[in-house]
Each structure stands twice: as structure tokens, then as C-alpha cells.
């Protein structure tokens, strides 16, 4: 099955400081991988195109975007934050909008059969991102501007959002909150950042907090209700929100995934979409701050996508 992969140099032009955990080289080391271990003959790349800012509309509103390109610097040696953890420097906002453009890319191209399912190798990540705010290293949704793009130009009925980052998608869940169009699945320690999720929220926001510690096969066990009901909501596209931040080897949190979970949850995910979408997934990077284990999460994520 066609893997296409979409990035672009420009998202490691954003870089928030040697010490900061969401780093340039967290994509160096997703390339490395792929390279090392032979899914480059396998996959497809594309270079992403930055995404128009009334796209960024769907999922935002309109003074949130507008304030976050007012803010923006253009000087290199200014830096501004835009909320209390993530820094704005002269390449940020152009990182942001190719990060954005490169899920709106992988739409076009899995809607219009240039290939089944795409993973897009991008940052900033955009989770907990909301419709009128920026957060925890975030600045726009990725993959909600996606979502409602697939709706609201592509003409879907039905999409589902999957997030497994380790941290709950609480942008994603502030956007899609009224939109029954989107069913979104959300896995996430808890009690941990950002403290929500357990919230009452509509039947089709499924969310599914995981104690400390949990353990690879207990944490399949917490999530096994999901497929069965994205079975009966029939997505008609299927996204993931690929935050690789449970890993075991990651510090940013403390469940314990190894890389045989990711491909696991990929090979759940993609019954679901043969079923449902021709196979077709768009996957999105989240959260993954251990480079080593990252690099190799994504690489099991991608191989399962490929088959
Ligand atoms: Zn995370």
C-alpha cells in the first residue's frame, strides 16, 4: 500500500532553543531512521506547500489567527511567546503554516488516490492548539484544519480524529466539540497535562484516560472499545494525531509503550479504514520527545501503514 511521507525543511526552521524538547532534531532523527532502516525505498516523499490562511479559518478563529500573524517576528533575533511554552522566532509562523499546508496536502492527495495513506513529518505539532489559542508547543491544529478542510472543500460527511500522544487533544477536542461530523478518540495519561478530558463532552468525543505506568498490553486493553465504535460511525477519511510521547524510553510521561504498541494501534486503525475508506489515513506527528525512541515509533507507525 502506498505510504507517501510529506514534510518540509521549512518546519525546522522554528527552533525554540538548544534546551527546548520540541527541536529541529526531532525530525533529523525521524529522516535518519527512515534511511537506516530502509523505508525510503518503500515510501513516497512530498514536499508540503504552506497552507492560506483562511484555511486556518475552518478550525480558528478568525482574531486568533490574525493576532498569531501580527505577532509574528521578522527580525532573526527577535523572539516573542505566544503563550507561557512555546517561543516565536522569524521562521515560526512560516514553519506553522507549512506544518498546517502539509496535512492539507496529504487530504488532496489521499482523497484524489495519489496514494492510500500519508504520514506527515512535521512541526510545529498542533494538538493543543484551540480554536482561539495556542499551547504546549502548538501554535495552529494541524490536524483539525485538516479535518475541516476534508469536510468543508472535500465534501466528506464523516471523519475520525485518533490521538495517542500522550498528552490529551484538548485543542482538537475544543474545536471538533460541535462539529458531530468528527469522532475523536483521545488516549492519554491522566491525571497529567493538560488536566482535561474527563469532562463531559458529546458521545462521539471518546476519551480514555491511563494511569501512570500502564503497561503496553494493559494500555490495548483501555483503548479496545474504540474500534468497534468507529466501526459504527463509518469515517469516511481517518486521521491520527501520532504523538509518540507514551513511549517507555519517553520522560515527557510515564505509560509505557514500546514500538510493537504503535504498530498495534496502526494496524487497528487501518481495519477500520479498509473497511470503511478505501485505507485512507492521514497521520500527523504530535508529541515524541526521546529522539531515539521516536525516531523508531515512527518508523513501526509507517511500516504498518505501508503493510
Ligand atoms: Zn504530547
Known sequence: MTVTIIGSPKCNLHNMGDDHPESPSRLHQINDQVIASGLEYVVHFANANPINKDLLYLAHDKAFVDNVFDKAPTEDYERVWIDEDTIFMSKSLNAALHAAGAVRDAVDMVLSNDTQSAFCAVRPPGHHAGKSFSAGFCVFNNVAVGA????????????????????????????????????????????????????????????????????????????????????????????????????????????????????????????????????????????????????????????????
Not at 469532562?199 to 498490553?217: F, L
Open 148 to 307: 475541516k478542510y476534508a469536510l468543508d472543500k472535500c465534501g466528506l460527511k464523516r471523519v475520525a480524529i485518533i490521538d495517542f500522544d500522550v498528552h490529551h487533544g484538548d485543542g482538537t477536542q475544543d474545536i471538533v466539540l460541535d462539529d458531530e461530523r468528527i469522532m475523536f478518540c483521545s488516549s492519554f495519561q491522566h491525571p497529567f497535562y493538560p488536566f482535561c478530558g474527563d469532562e463531559e463532552a458529546r458521545t462521539d468525543i471518546v476519551n480514555v484516560g491511563i494511569p501512570a505506568g500502564t503497561s503496553g498490553e494493559e494500555y490495548r486493553n483501555l483503548i479496545s472499545h474504540w474500534f468497534k465504535r468507529l466501526d459504527e460511525f463509518k469515517p469516511e477519511l481517518i486521521f491520527i494525531s501520532a504523538g509518540f510521547d507514551a513511549h517507555a524510553e519517553d520522560d515527557m510521561g510515564y505509560i509505557r509503550l514500546v514500538e510493537a504498541d504503535y504498530a498495534w494501534i496502526t494496524n487497528e486503525i487501518k481495519e477500520i479504514a479498509a473497511k470503511h475508506c478505501d485505507g485512507k489515513i492521514v497521520s500527523v506527528l504530535e508529541g515524541g520527545y526521546a529522539l531515539s525512541a521516536l525516531a523508531r515509533s515512527v518508523v513501526a507507525h509507517v511500516k504498518a501503514l505501508s503493510g
